[in-house]
């Protein structure tokens, strides 16, 4: 489309405004650019074709014989040019001319595939497009911007060729004249129209194709996202900006990313909306108000913009749905890596984006939240710790109400963790309301709604069918035709109508919802995109609590089963009055809630039935028991349904154990409510989780199966012995479940309630015979298990049952080296009585003994000495027991082996001594004991030939030093690099050890094998104090090593201004030249240090001097454009 606009705009402009120029011309040369003969080709689209001009007029066919290029899409820029010039009565000629200035370039640039039938513009541009402004550069040294600027001109001069005179027959001598003149100025307009028109036209193209790219949320997704921002931006006047909310903000600046953590009705909501809000209007930030799960983050994040992403009642409103933090936990690093890129790119492109979380503070303390979603943990804003202030508080209400300061200031004493809520309820409301409010808030709304119940039935109907739909009433449901989604939820909606009269077959009954559903939206309720929904999730609550009450049959019957299974009551399981529930006081309402329990089963919904809160009442339980007996053949047939259906679901919603899908890790559930979301519809399973034996014994005599297997490879009884459900487990023992079933991991019943010390499981198993020797994949057996985690009773109990006790794991640790490892002495007893072996080493030749060294259990040395443990048995790396212990500085293990004759000169594969690791670590507890009534050990060297004293220097351990020299050290030891401990203490910088050894008569002069001395090494490495020392002890400040390089030039190679002062000041030569014959000045100049230049001219450096290439200073600054340097030089 861009080729057309150009070609027709550039015809248009010479032939309409340019042509009255040339009216004398009797003649015009044109240029045409061959393309070659293609196939079925009609009409032409060069620019202009000379002698061919009839064919295009005529809009003839051209012919082969015509040999050139026609395209179908220029007929009507090339016929207005020649039409214009055979309506004037010139002459058109020809001119063969390069391609490369053919419009036709840029078409044919683009590479189209098909030549005969694609050879449009608009396919052309679109790729061109494309290659010129993706990536900074497309073509060598040219942006995109240079390369369009390159098309214009191209573009421009051709026109100048195809109307240019070489050869025209002029009737006037002085129009060629008169063209001349006008010429540069025809051309310099045409090129300045021209690119105007292309810029133009490339903007509209780009900003199009921009649109479509940026674009990934639908078109009716961003509209419902419209109607959220517009209903924030009105909740959002009433906004008081707190010290919360700026601690967010600022959080959310820093970190790109903030989790804020609330009490429902605390105003968590409110401060990422106002913060979102602002972004958008401060920043052009784009808001995505509404994120369900990390792949709405994935598949709408745009790179290209900046975007705030509001992820709201995060995992959950009142309790937390563990599937969405399994779902959440699976993607949360990807959701992550977004924001990480961005801070890393900032400066790449233009926008960024960020997430404002916010979720319950229950729901962040709940463990399946903590264990799963922890990388979450650096952007948390805890409200609490940020609590509204007085005059916070006061700026709020005023908000609401128009009361006097001095009455508000007494509702300040309810609690504040509500009190953004109970300031949005108090708005409307009288002063005693207000004081009522917020004293109790729960029963201010729940007196208010029954109070509604009776003045405005339509009203309290309308607030009902939001509690029965889960706070999404569609007012499209009064109409007519409306389909709902199932017959469930249409007799649930026709049923509740019908409790308050309201026929809704009568159109004036609809209407009487319709007008109300207005007046509404002043209470409890407001709307959102097309549904009604209570205000708050605390009056949602509140809300389902009065209306389920009121209508307690049809919401038994209709409500959600989590609803079902965590709120209702029976008044004859006597307990305890509570306000939170629906009370069932009738025998006939009891049994209408069983019959809603088949009811879900028959959906296949298992949590109402298996994870009812009652269940934990034994009245409940004897109550179901007696109804499920009566209905037994019924129940079987729904519990072997629910079986098969499970075999029948496709892989996806089977969860295979490769998937992190619907129930991973439910054994750490802890709740009832954590099961809401999850499918694992295995009801034998999630009773021996509840962990009551009488609804095993029920659903076994229904004919569950008894070894039924979960997703992991679990069965009830693995689960049982997990949990410590001692009666389940007996129940399933004593029913025969096999005890040597595995899950995916290889672990036993036995293994596991080993591992987690349930003594009385792993006593009924023994007595049933449970393999003690089956282990799971990393080959840990039931024994290694229970020395690993300290259960001495069931290390006993495992003995005794004929337990292999020398049996390793898959790298040879056996259940004494566990005991060890973690300290377990009482275990290591057993062990050992039972005859453990001892010295039995892993893998890596570490023994029992040498792993309690290491871990610094010196309570076990003694009982594994006295069971005859090899004190001097050492690992694959040649460590002894000694050794491990002095690496790990435990002084108490290091005494113990000593007094038990440890070989204290026993060195390992590198020849270390103990002594030796002893000073490397800087133990000096150690060392003292270990040179103590020994002489051997002192000057013992490792395989580099370094001594202990040099490793002391070297670390810079000054009182482990001075014990070794008290203790007969040897000064003059030198390594295989020649250095001796005086000079690793001046390289490392240890002044203190430097004028100690110096005391003791370290030679100051010594050099290392390439001529480096003490005070080269010095200057080197940039310690100032030790050089200045040794110049004071008349070090030669000129000495070179066997590079020829003298502390003064490696002083210059670092940059050292202080050193290389200090050496000039010292007498160091300015002038001595290397083995390249590089002086201190050539290297200063090297590095660019003018200061070390300037103080080397100073002092007389030779600036003529050149090195073995013959290079001056000069020239070196010169060449690494070191101006100030050069400046300096000359």
């Given at each position: 489309?861009?080729i057309?606009?150009?070609?027709i705009?550039?015809?248009?402009?010479y032939?309409?405004?340019?042509?009255?120029?040339?009216?004398?011309v009797?003649f015009?040369?044109?240029?045409?650019?061959?393309?070659?003969?293609?196939?079925?080709?009609?009409d032409t689209?060069?620019?202009?074709?000379?002698?061919?001009m009839h064919?295009?007029?005529?809009?003839?066919?051209?012919t082969?014989a015509d040999?050139?290029?026609?395209q179908?899409?220029e007929?009507?820029?090339t016929?207005?040019?020649?039409?214009?010039l055979?309506?004037?009565?010139v002459?058109v000629?020809i001119?063969?001319?390069d391609r490369?200035m053919s419009?036709n370039?840029?078409v044919?640039?683009?590479d189209?595939?098909?030549?005969?039938?694609?050879?449009?513009?608009?396919k052309?541009v679109k790729?061109v497009m494309k290659?010129?402004?993706f990536?900074p550069?497309y073509?060598r040294?040219?942006?995109?911007?240079d390369?369009?600027e390159d098309?214009v001109?191209?573009v421009a001069n051709h026109?100048?060729w195809?109307?240019?005179f070489?050869?025209?027959?002029i009737?006037k001598d002085?129009?060629?004249?008169?063209?001349?003149?006008?010429?540069e100025?025809?051309k310099e307009?045409?090129?300045?129209?021209?690119?105007q028109n292309l810029?133009e036209c490339?903007?509209?193209y780009?900003?199009s194709?921009?649109k479509d790219?940026?674009?990934?949320?639908?078109?009716?997704?961003q509209?419902?996202?419209?109607?959220h921002?517009?209903?924030w931006k009105?909740d959002?006047?009433k906004f008081?900006?707190?010290?919360a909310?700026?601690?967010i903000?600022g959080?959310?600046?820093?970190?790109?990313c903030v989790?804020?953590?609330?009490r429902?009705?605390?105003g968590?909501?409110?401060?990422?909306r106002?913060?979102?809000?602002?972004?958008s209007?401060?920043?052009?930030y784009?808001i995505?108000?509404?994120v369900?799960?990390?792949?709405?983050?994935l598949d709408?994040?745009?790179e290209?913009r900046?975007q705030?992403?509001?992820?709201?009642?995060?995992c959950?409103?009142?309790?937390?749905?563990a599937q969405n933090?399994d779902?959440?936990?699976?993607?949360i690093d990807?959701?992550l890596?977004?924001?990480?890129?961005d801070?890393?790119?900032?400066?790449?492109r233009?926008?960024f984006?960020k997430f404002l979380?916010?979720?319950?503070e229950?729901?962040f303390?709940?463990?399946?939240?903590?264990?799963?979603?922890?990388?979450?943990?650096?952007f948390c804003?805890?409200l609490?710790e940020k609590?509204?202030k007085?005059?916070?508080?006061?700026?709020m209400?005023?908000?609401y109400?128009?009361t006097?300061?001095?009455n508000?200031?007494e509702?300040?004493?309810?609690d504040e963790?509500?009190?953004p809520?109970?300031?949005?309820?108090?708005?409307?409301k009288t002063a005693?309301q207000?004081v009522?409010l917020?004293?109790?808030l729960d029963?201010?709304?729940?007196?208010d709604?029954l109070?509604?119940?009776?003045?405005s039935?339509?009203?309290f109907?309308i607030?009902?069918?939001?509690?029965?739909f889960?706070?999404?009433?569609?007012?499209?449901m009064?109409?007519?035709?409306f389909?709902?989604?199932t017959n469930?939820?249409?007799?649930?909606?026709k049923?509740i109508?019908?409790e308050?009269?309201?026929g809704?077959?009568?159109e004036?009954n609809?209407?009487?919802?319709?007008?109300?559903?207005?007046s509404?939206?002043?209470?409890y309720?407001s709307?959102?995109e097309?549904y009604?929904s209570?205000?708050?999730?605390?009056?949602?609550?509140v809300?389902?609590i009065?209306?389920?009450?009121?209508?307690?049959?049809?919401?038994?019957?209709?409500a959600?089963?989590s609803?079902i299974?965590?709120?209702?009551r029976?008044k004859?399981?006597?307990?305890?009055?509570n306000?939170?529930?629906?009370w069932?006081?009738?025998a006939?309402t009891?049994?209408?809630?069983?019959?809603r329990?088949?009811?879900?089963l028959?959906?296949?919904?298992?949590y109402?039935?298996?994870h009812?809160a009652?269940l934990?009442?034994i009245v409940y339980?004897?109550k179901f028991?007696s109804?499920?007996?009566?209905?037994k053949?019924k129940?079987t047939?729904?519990?072997?349904?629910?079986?098969?259906s499970n075999?029948?679901l496709?892989?996806?919603?089977q969860?295979s154990?490769d998937?992190?899908?619907?129930y991973?890790?439910?054994?750490d559930?802890k709740m009832?409510y954590h099961?809401?979301?999850?499918?694992?519809?295995?009801p034998?399973?999630e009773?021996?989780?509840?962990g009551y034996?009488e609804?095993?014994n029920?659903?076994?005599?229904?004919?569950c199966?008894i070894?039924?297997?979960d997703k992991?490879?679990r069965t009830a009884?693995?689960?049982?012995?997990?949990?410590?459900?001692?009666d389940?487990a007996?129940?399933?023992?004593?029913s025969g479940?096999?005890?040597?079933?595995?899950?995916e991991k290889g672990?036993?019943a036995?293994?596991i309630a080993?591992?987690?010390?349930?003594?009385?499981?792993v006593?009924a198993?023994?007595?049933?015979k449970?393999?003690?020797?089956?282990?799971?994949l990393?080959?840990?057996?039931?024994l290694?298990?229970?020395s690993?985690?300290?259960?001495?009773d069931i290390?006993?109990?495992?003995s005794?049952?004929?337990a292999?006790i020398s049996?390793?794991?898959?790298?040879g640790r056996s259940?004494l080296?566990f005991?060890?490892?973690n300290?377990r002495?009482?275990?290591a007893?057993?062990?050992?009585r039972?005859?453990?072996?001892?010295?039995?080493?892993?893998?890596k030749?570490?023994s029992p003994l040498?792993?309690?060294c290491a871990?610094?259990?010196a309570?076990?040395l003694?009982?594994?000495?006295?069971?005859?443990?090899?004190?001097?048995k050492?690992?694959?790396?040649?460590?002894?027991?000694l050794?491990?212990a002095?690496?790990?500085?435990?002084d108490n293990?290091v005494?113990?082996l000593?007094?038990?004759?440890?070989n204290?000169?026993?060195c390992?594969w590198?020849?270390r001594?103990?002594?030796?690791i002893s000073?490397?670590k800087?133990y000096?507890?150690?060392?003292?004991?270990?040179?103590k009534g020994?002489s051997d050990?002192i000057?013992l060297c490792?395989?580099?030939?370094?001594s202990?004293?040099?490793?002391?220097c070297e670390?810079?351990?000054?009182?482990?030093a001075?014990?070794l020299?008290?203790?007969?050290?040897?000064?003059?030891?030198?390594?295989?690099?020649?250095?001796s401990?005086?000079?690793?203490a001046?390289?490392?910088?240890?002044?203190?050890?430097?004028?100690?050894?110096?005391?003791?008569?370290?030679a100051?002069?010594?050099?290392?094998?390439w001529?480096?001395s003490?005070?080269?090494v010095a200057?080197?490495?940039?310690h100032?104090?030790?050089?200045?020392?040794l110049?004071n002890?008349k070090s030669?400040a000129?000495?070179?090593?066997?590079n020829?390089k003298?502390?003064?030039?490696v002083?210059?190679?670092?940059?050292n201004v202080k050193?290389v002062?200090f050496?000039i000041e010292?007498?160091?030569d300015?002038?001595?030249?290397d083995?390249e014959r590089r002086s201190p000045l050539?290297v200063?100049c090297?590095?660019?240090y003018?200061?070390?230049v300037?103080?080397?001219?100073?002092n007389?450096?030779?600036?003529t001097l050149?090195?073995i290439d013959?290079?001056?200073?000069?020239?070196?600054?010169r060449?690494?454009e070191f101006?100030?340097?050069v400046e300096?030089?000359?």
């Amino acid at each position: 489309m861009i080729i057309e606009l150009l070609k027709i705009q550039a015809h248009t402009l010479y032939v309409g405004i340019k042509f009255s120029s040339y009216t004398y011309v009797h003649f015009v040369q044109v240029v045409y650019t061959c393309h070659g003969w293609r196939k079925n080709a009609k009409d032409t689209s060069v620019v202009a074709i000379g002698e061919k001009m009839h064919k295009v007029l005529k809009c003839e066919h051209v012919t082969k014989a015509d040999d050139f290029v026609s395209q179908r899409h220029e007929k009507l820029g090339t016929q207005r040019i020649y039409q214009y010039l055979e309506d004037n009565d010139v002459k058109v000629g020809i001119h063969s001319h390069d391609r490369n200035m053919s419009i036709n370039k840029l078409v044919r640039d683009s590479d189209v595939v098909n030549q005969n039938d694609s050879w449009h513009g608009i396919k052309a541009v679109k790729s061109v497009m494309k290659n010129v402004s993706f990536g900074p550069k497309y073509l060598r040294d040219k942006t995109w911007s240079d390369q369009l600027e390159d098309k214009v001109e191209s573009v421009a001069n051709h026109f100048h060729w195809s109307i240019r005179f070489k050869s025209a027959i002029i009737r006037k001598d002085e129009v060629n004249q008169k063209l001349k003149e006008q010429e540069e100025g025809v051309k310099e307009y045409v090129d300045e129209k021209l690119k105007q028109n292309l810029e133009e036209c490339v903007q509209v193209y780009m900003k199009s194709k921009e649109k479509d790219f940026n674009e990934k949320i639908p078109p009716k997704i961003q509209e419902k996202y419209d109607q959220h921002i517009e209903e924030w931006k009105n909740d959002n006047e009433k906004f008081i900006v707190t010290e919360a909310t700026k601690h967010i903000d600022g959080k959310l600046w820093a970190d790109n990313c903030v989790l804020v953590i609330g009490r429902p009705g605390n105003g968590k909501s409110s401060i990422i909306r106002h913060i979102a809000l602002r972004l958008s209007r401060e920043d052009k930030y784009e808001i995505i108000p509404i994120v369900l799960s990390p792949s709405n983050i994935l598949d709408y994040y745009n790179e290209n913009r900046k975007q705030v992403f509001i992820i709201d009642d995060f995992c959950g409103k009142l309790v937390i749905n563990a599937q969405n933090v399994d779902v959440w936990s699976t993607q949360i690093d990807d959701v992550l890596k977004l924001i990480k890129t961005d801070i890393d790119q900032q400066n790449a492109r233009p926008g960024f984006v960020k997430f404002l979380f916010s979720t319950n503070e229950d729901i962040f303390n709940d463990k399946v939240f903590g264990n799963r979603l922890e990388e979450l943990t650096p952007f948390c804003c805890k409200l609490s710790e940020k609590p509204l202030k007085d005059h916070e508080k006061l700026q709020m209400i005023k908000k609401y109400i128009s009361t006097e300061e001095a009455n508000i200031k007494e509702t300040m004493i309810s609690d504040e963790v509500y009190f953004p809520l109970l300031c949005k309820i108090s708005e409307g409301k009288t002063a005693d309301q207000i004081v009522k409010l917020f004293r109790n808030l729960d029963d201010f709304i729940k007196q208010d709604l029954l109070s509604l119940k009776d003045t405005s039935v339509i009203q309290f109907c309308i607030i009902t069918l939001c509690a029965l739909f889960e706070n999404r009433f569609n007012d499209e449901m009064l109409n007519e035709n409306f389909k709902f989604a199932t017959n469930k939820e249409e007799n649930a909606f026709k049923e509740i109508c019908a409790e308050f009269n309201l026929g809704l077959h009568k159109e004036s009954n609809r209407m009487r919802l319709k007008e109300q559903l207005q007046s509404v939206e002043d209470t409890y309720v407001s709307k959102t995109e097309d549904y009604y929904s209570l205000i708050h999730s605390k009056v949602y609550q509140v809300a389902e609590i009065v209306c389920a009450q009121s209508f307690i049959n049809c919401f038994i019957k209709f409500a959600p089963s989590s609803f079902i299974a965590a709120r209702y009551r029976f008044k004859s399981t006597n307990v305890e009055k509570n306000d939170n529930v629906v009370w069932i006081n009738e025998a006939d309402t009891e049994k209408r809630y069983f019959n809603r329990l088949v009811m879900d089963l028959e959906e296949g919904i298992t949590y109402s039935t298996f994870h009812n809160a009652q269940l934990c009442n034994i009245v409940y339980r004897d109550k179901f028991y007696s109804y499920c007996k009566k209905r037994k053949e019924k129940l079987t047939e729904l519990l072997l349904q629910i079986k098969e259906s499970n075999k029948s679901l496709p892989l996806n919603e089977q969860s295979s154990p490769d998937e992190n899908a619907d129930y991973e890790d439910y054994l750490d559930f802890k709740m009832q409510y954590h099961f809401i979301s999850h499918k694992m519809r295995k009801p034998l399973i999630e009773s021996a989780w509840e962990g009551y034996s009488e609804i095993i014994n029920m659903l076994l005599e229904m004919e569950c199966d008894i070894d039924e297997t979960d997703k992991f490879g679990r069965t009830a009884l693995f689960v049982a012995s997990y949990l410590n459900k001692t009666d389940v487990a007996k129940t399933l023992i004593e029913s025969g479940a096999k005890h040597d079933m595995c899950n995916e991991k290889g672990q036993s019943a036995l293994f596991i309630a080993s591992r987690q010390g349930h003594y009385d499981i792993v006593k009924a198993l023994l007595q049933t015979k449970a393999s003690t020797e089956l282990c799971d994949l990393d080959g840990h057996s039931p024994l290694i298990e229970a020395s690993r985690c300290g259960h001495k009773d069931i290390v006993e109990a495992l003995s005794k049952s004929g337990a292999d006790i020398s049996k390793c794991d898959n790298i040879g640790r056996s259940p004494l080296f566990f005991a060890c490892l973690n300290g377990r002495k009482d275990v290591a007893n057993v062990l050992i009585r039972n005859n453990a072996n001892v010295n039995q080493c892993n893998k890596k030749g570490l023994s029992p003994l040498s792993v309690a060294c290491a871990k610094g259990n010196a309570h076990l040395l003694d009982i594994l000495i006295k069971a005859k443990a090899d004190i001097s048995k050492v690992d694959s790396d040649g460590r002894s027991p000694l050794f491990i212990a002095c690496e790990g500085g435990f002084d108490n293990e290091v005494d113990i082996l000593i007094n038990k004759g440890a070989n204290k000169t026993q060195c390992d594969w590198q020849n270390r001594s103990p002594l030796f690791i002893s000073c490397e670590k800087g133990y000096y507890n150690i060392v003292q004991s270990l040179i103590k009534g020994t002489s051997d050990l002192i000057n013992l060297c490792d395989e580099e030939s370094r001594s202990p004293l040099f490793v002391a220097c070297e670390k810079g351990k000054v009182e482990i030093a001075k014990v070794l020299l008290e203790n007969g050290a040897k000064l003059n030891i030198f390594d295989n690099k020649n250095r001796s401990p005086f000079y690793a203490a001046c390289r490392s910088g240890y002044l203190e050890i430097v004028k100690l050894l110096h005391t003791k008569g370290g030679a100051t002069a010594d050099c290392n094998i390439w001529g480096g001395s003490p005070i080269f090494v010095a200057s080197r490495e940039g310690h100032f104090d030790i050089v200045e020392f040794l110049i004071n002890l008349k070090s030669d400040a000129s000495k070179a090593d066997s590079n020829g390089k003298t502390p003064l030039i490696v002083a210059c190679e670092e940059g050292n201004v202080k050193i290389v002062t200090f050496l000039i000041e010292s007498g160091a030569d300015v002038n001595h030249c290397d083995n390249e014959r590089r002086s201190p000045l050539h290297v200063a100049c090297l590095g660019g240090y003018a200061d070390i230049v300037t103080s080397l001219i100073e002092n007389g450096a030779d600036k003529t001097l050149c090195d073995i290439d013959e290079h001056i200073p000069l020239e070196i600054a010169r060449k690494k454009e070191f101006n100030d340097i050069v400046e300096l030089l000359t």
